[in-house]
């Protein structure tokens, strides 16, 4: 069995459709529990419309996202934990590509599959991450390092066991909280990963984290980070992934959006404290933010990701050609 944990706030509009597509998995072996946190409309009785008994309502005050997941993974029966956001819905074959991941790879604490991204209600990309390592286990601080995230909150099962050694998800951390317990989970053990989708994430104008006037990455995200890159644990090269996950995603990426809404200035009094740690590319780039007019720098940051993009698109490409031409000599 898989326990299954949606994280419910004021989701009053969405709620039935997430919980619909849980029911439709062909993998029928599992628990759902919603847990409502403090919703103020009428969440909560949208989920007690169903009469399904694998479905549990629990109601908690508002503790916000995490504090929702962690009361999730301390009622969950199953030791297999996968989590759907409240407006997000699974395709039917989600938990049976978690049970197949978790019978391949017994010891891996984190079993993530590739997601498509839709932006109200059209699909807007899909998220496809090769995994590095030719087993199917994912090198995941290498992969943050080149891009995104290749699973999302929503495309994602745990080990609960050592999840709640890690602590479970950090409370009070307005965005990153998912991130950070991906990254202390990459550190305790490893991730199997399969690029075969199995959710859609969906985000509306109006609601979620995308409209959150947040100004830099999660503290505890940062926290977890540095600790891993003083430790001697994981190897050297590890670090080096480690350390380019941080300049790159965390800190380059995050000013740039804050570039793009029109505040150079303040991207660059955030970024001031870090510079010791950017690449000289990097400290060229945050003095831009102050020294040259904003349309230029808007339009140099586009043209960057409109590259990195293409550069994602081709590694792409050649790795699934690499790897169907492996299978082809091996006579697969």
Sequence with gaps: M????????????????TIRSILAQDDPDFELLV?????????????????????????QGNQGESGARNTGLRHARSDYVAFL???????????????????????????????????????????????????????????MASGE???????????RSVALELGGFKVGEAMGADLDMWSRLALAGPIAYTPELVAHYCRFDGEGAMNNNWRMPSHTLWRTLNEALASPEP????????????????????????????????AYSHLQPYGQVLRPARRLQVRAYANFPAPIVVFVIRCSRFFRTRCHL?????????????????GI
């Design 2 to 17: 898989i326990s299954v944990v949606i994280p419910l706030y004021n989701k009053e509009r969405h709620i039935a459709r």
């Design 35 to 59: 847990v409502d946190d403090g919703s103020t409309d009428s969440s909560a009785e949208r989920v007690r419309q169903f009469k399904d008994p694998r479905i549990r309502l629990l109601q």
């Design 85 to 143: 956001d409240a407006d997000d819905h699974w395709k039917p074959n989600c938990l049976g590509v978690f049970r197949a991941l978790a019978s391949r790879f017994p010891e891996a604490v984190v079993l993530g599959a590739g997601y498509v991204e839709v932006l109200n209600g059209k699909p807007r990309r899909t998220i496809i991450k090769p995994a590095w390592t030719d087993d199917g286990l994912l090198d995941y601080f290498k992969t």
């Design 149 to 159: 995230s290749p699973f999302c909150a929503s495309s994602v099962c745990v080990k």
């Design 235 to 266: 190897a050297p090269r590890q670090h080096s992934y480690i350390r380019r996950f941080l300049t790159r995603k965390l800190i380059g990426y995050m000013s740039e959006n804050l570039v793009l809404r029109g505040e150079a200035q303040t």
């Design 314 to 330: 081709l590694k792409l490409v050649s790795h699934r050609l690499l790897a169907g031409s492996a299978s082809s000599r091996s």
